[in-house]
């Protein structure tokens, strides 16, 4: 009982002092469940991210935009495998992580439960979706944990071009043809709430802390589109979004959070299409996994 | 849920440009050396992070007990002379 007291006592020295924690130093159950849950999560987030904008790769205006999105992609294949990795060094396996993707059991970020419906979406969802994603993740950077912050570091540099790449698509499709302008005008109608709930609920609805946190990257998010939206020509669909002098900074309206919780629930619109494209990747890579293994162990008898 | 099926745990060290060392960057699963190596590839250097990769099965690896830090690394502790700041020179002596 008493060592159990000193290793927390210790344990909560160690992050009140901003020192990282490894995966072999000794840490609270709770610490690393809440991890797992919250690694493991951003991992499925990444995966299942993947299909929305897969949707566009064979259907892209250009060969640059093609290399572009799949470049993107790639990326978020990547990160996904980053998170995966960290989560691992928590005592989780691969495996078990991906069967509780694949059950339904684990959460993903409910913004990828919307469908992609027109070209104009890849640079909505690059420059609203990813660009909300980066400022949630910049303060993931210093997280307690090392695996995950170091992992998130790499995340993060990545990911400025997914944002860049956005706002250029839309930007040529605002100065394009008056049909184009309006392709870019509606899907950034459809994806600015969304993004907006990637900042959780506030304050008084939420059933979890560090909501002032959330609260104020959401105002910086909201401030900062406002006056990118001007550049590219067009509006956000938000009738009280104005300028507060005495606050400096924009005023928003509320976020509709019946729609949220329905998402959130599985009743999105994609969300069974999303699982079910996962379920059906993974069942029909088996024989490939298999045969990768087999021709390992015959390979090491040979040696 | 059984491991058995599962690919093997790999830890990936690249080096980034000629002249460094290798570092350590993360790991992946991979069913053998070559397909970790590809894999790393694709995973750790998509823009030009490494010109060399190391994967090493994480078996392989022995590490130190972060429990025993400080007695471990104790006998270095006391050992001030190692460095160049304990010898007293005169001030004003040049190139050293």
Redesign the interface.
């Known amino acids: 009982m008493s060592t159990q007291v000193s290793l927390e006592e210790r344990f909560q020295a160690r992050i009140d002092a901003e020192q990282k924690i490894?995966p072999?130093?000794?840490m609270p159950e709770a610490y690393r469940k809440t991890l797992i849950r919250q690694i493991s999560q951003h991992a499925h987030s990444e995966v299942v991210g993947m299909l929305p904008e897969g949707n566009w790769i064979t259907r892209a205006p250009s060969l640059r935009r093609k290399v572009a999105l799949l470049?993107k992609i790639?990326?978020e294949a990547?990160h996904g495998?980053?998170l995966y990795?960290a989560a691992?060094t928590l005592g989780i396996?691969?495996?078990?992580l991906y069967?509780e993707l694949l059950s339904g059991k684990a959460k993903y970020s409910s913004i990828f439960n919307y469908p992609t419906l027109t070209w104009a979406d890849m640079g909505a969802v690059g420059w609203l979706v990813d660009g909300a994603a980066i400022m949630n993740q910049v303060a993931l950077c210093k997280c307690s944990y090392g695996p995950y912050a170091?992992?998130m570091v790499r995340v993060c540099k990545?990911e400025s071009f997914h944002q860049r790449q956005g706002f250029e698509l839309l930007l040529t499709l605002s100065k394009g043809t008056p049909e184009q302008h309006a392709m870019a005008q509606d899907a950034i109608n459809r994806w600015w709430w969304p993004s907006m709930m990637m900042f959780g609920p506030n304050d008084s609805d939420s059933p979890h802390s560090a909501q002032s946190m959330r609260w104020k990257i959401k105002q910086k998010f909201v401030d900062m589109i406002a006056e990118q939206i001007k550049v590219l020509n067009m509006t956000l669909p938000d009738p009280d979004l104005r300028w507060n002098e005495e606050r400096g900074h924009y005023d928003f309206g509320t976020i509709d959070w019946t729609e949220f919780n329905e998402v959130l629930k599985g009743n999105g619109p994609c969300n069974r299409e999303r699982l079910a494209a996962r379920r059906k990747a993974w069942e029909e890579g088996a024989w490939v996994?298999?045969a990768?293994?087999a021709?390992?162990a015959k390979?090491?008898q040979s040696v | 849920?059984a491991?058995s099926?599962?690919?093997p745990?790999w830890e990936v060290f690249i080096r980034s440009h000629g002249g460094l060392n290798h570092k350590h960057v993360?790991?992946?699963?991979a069913?053998?050396a070559q397909?970790a190596l590809e894999h790393a590839r694709?995973?750790y250097t998509?823009?030009m992070e490494g010109v060399s990769i190391w994967v090493v099965p994480s078996t392989a690896i022995t590490?130190s007990?972060?429990?025993d830090t400080d007695p471990f690394f104790e006998p270095a502790k006391d050992k001030i002379y190692r460095h160049p700041t304990f010898y007293d020179i005169p001030e004003g002596l040049k190139h050293m």
């Open positions: 490894e072999k130093d000794w470049a790639q990326d990547g495998l980053y990795s691992e396996s691969r495996e078990e069967n170091r992992a990545e996994r298999e990768a293994m021709h390992a390979r090491q | 849920m491991n099926s599962e690919f745990l993360g790991s992946l699963h069913a053998d397909m694709d995973v998509r823009r590490a007990d972060p429990a």
